[in-house]
């Protein structure tokens, strides 16, 4: 073999091993955080817990919970008697803390861990891997459903639930829905104008975000998101911190664009929610139907009077001093992230004076180290709510804003609470959450079985026996 054969045979088969090592890691990959079915005990008892149920103020004394298949079959003091003939993992408690799946109301899926100019450039492939990678830390940080407040969620949804990658449940908005100029509105200044009709900007061709500036637009921008599978439909009713053209004060939809989401929305069942901090904005989009706000944090005393009368949710979280500093000083958004974490500690005194209906919801963006505060930012809350009313805020209740999706919930079952009959998204935590809500700050740590659908993602307890 002459010289230049061989070198060009060596150039062939290094990109070619390569490419064999690299589809052995992605197969591997997909392996190891895909949920093992094959090894999957048909039923899970966990014997001698303590259960918090996602609702009361207590933990209970010794508990027994069998979990068949994807649901909570039977809770009890007594022994629960096996049946022979099924292959039943025990999972002995030690007196630990049983209690349900954790639930982010406001995250964004696709939008964790690229940064912010990564965002609107990034090969969506790519994105996707990327956000599948982020879905499965979520899961082991407990979190076993997310509602995803805007990105192209669903393709990820599919796989999770297909098994084809581990991750949360998602409650799919699909793209969020602004107009121009509007938070979520991402385009350059030279972009503008828009011609209608002309080619979809990058961040519309992606999902990301949808400029609509009429009812009409409104109306074909929601059906859309509903027929691509989304659980509840996201708007922005006003200014938002991130967005570089949109100052925190401005009210954006007009009240019948509102209703025409509202509209189309609830003939499919389900309901719109709104980002909104101001009163004018929280109080057009109740007027037009909305039916939960996030955010919130500038709201004012007769605002909170009218969500309480109206039953409207608030979906709100105590944001960290850190999105400050992610903005340079004296810029625009520095000042506008400051001004809405020092709303937070009122909104939070509104919201407890009018027993506002109120769910957790991170919304943590561009950061995957600000990630793995996800349960620290949970426990933050204790600054305003007993440690159980914080857990039964990111389990029971959270849940209940769900079931507001209707016929368009993918998870047929209770979430978020544990009773027979609920779904077995279950957490076995190490110590007792209500004595130190520290404990779900550190999640790889304390959770020493995750459980989604009846499935175990993570099982650190030594075993005892597997009977048959
Ligand atoms: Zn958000």
Redesign the pocket.
């Known amino acids: 073999m002459n010289k230049g054969a061989f070198d060009s045979r060596r150039r062939l088969a290094t990109p070619l091993s390569k490419l064999v090592v690299l589809s052995l890691f992605i197969f591997g990959w997909l392996v190891s955080t895909a949920p093992a079915q094959d090894s999957q005990p048909s039923a899970v008892l966990f014997e001698d817990v303590r259960v918090f149920d996602g609702k009361s103020a207590g933990l209970s004394g010794p508990t027994n919970v069998l979990v068949r298949g994807n649901k909570i079959e039977k809770i009890s003091t007594a022994p629960i008697p096996l049946d022979r003939t099924s292959n039943t993992r025990i999972i002995n408690g030690g007196g630990r803390t049983l209690m349900p799946g954790l639930i982010d109301m ?1 995250w ?1 899926t696709m939008f964790v861990r690229p940064s912010h100019s990564e965002v609107l450039v990034w090969d969506l492939g790519y994105a996707n891997l990327v956000a599948g990678a982020e879905a499965t830390d979520t899961l082991m940080r407990g979190f076993t459903t997310v509602r995803d ?2 990105g192209p969620s669903f393709g990820l949804k599919r796989a999770i639930d297909d098994g084809v990658v581990s991750g949360p449940r998602i409650f799919p908005s699909g793209a ?1 829905i602004t107009i121009t100029g509007g938070h979520g509105d991402f385009r350059q200044l030279f972009e503008v104008p828009r011609i209608l009709g002309s080619p979809l900007t990058r961040m519309e061709q992606q999902g990301a975000s949808m400029v609509a500036d009429s009812p009409d637009e409104v109306r074909v921008r929601v059906r859309e998101q509903l027929m691509l599978g989304a659980t509840q439909i996201k708007l922005t009713a006003g200014g938002g911190v991130a967005s570089p053209h949109s100052p925190l004060d401005v009210s954006t939809f007009t009240e019948p664009e509102l209703h025409a989401a509202v509209e189309a929305a609830e003939n499919w069942g389900t309901y719109v929610t709104v ?1 909104a901090y101001t009163p004018t904005s929280i109080q057009r989009a109740i007027a037009a139907g909305v039916k939960c706000i ?1 955010h919130g944090q500038l709201m004012d005393e007769p605002t909170a009077r009218l969500m309480a009368e109206r039953g409207i949710w608030l979906s709100t979280q105590p944001f960290p001093d850190e999105i400050a500093k992610a903005f340079p000083p004296n810029s625009q958004e520095h000042a506008k992230a400051l001004e809405v974490i020092a709303g937070t500690d009122k909104t939070y005194t509104l919201a407890k004076k009018y027993k506002l209906k109120t769910a957790f919801g991170t ?1 943590i ?1 561009f950061s995957q180290s600000q990630a793995t505060q996800q349960g620290a930012m949970l426990a933050g809350l204790v600054r305003w709510y007993t440690p159980a009313e914080t857990l039964a805020m990111a389990t029971g209740t959270n849940a209940q804003l769900l079931t507001m999706s209707g016929n368009r919930n993918p998870y047929a079952g209770k979430l978020g609470v544990v009773d027979e009959g609920a779904l077995a998204d279950l957490l076995l935590v190490d110590g007792n959450p209500l004595e130190n809500i520290q404990l779900i700050a550190e999640p790889a740590r304390n959770f020493v079985v995750i459980m989604k659908d009846g499935k175990i993602y993570k099982n650190i307890v030594p075993e005892v026996s597997t009977r048959r």
């Open positions: 406001h964004h407040m805007g969020v980002h996030e919304d963006l």
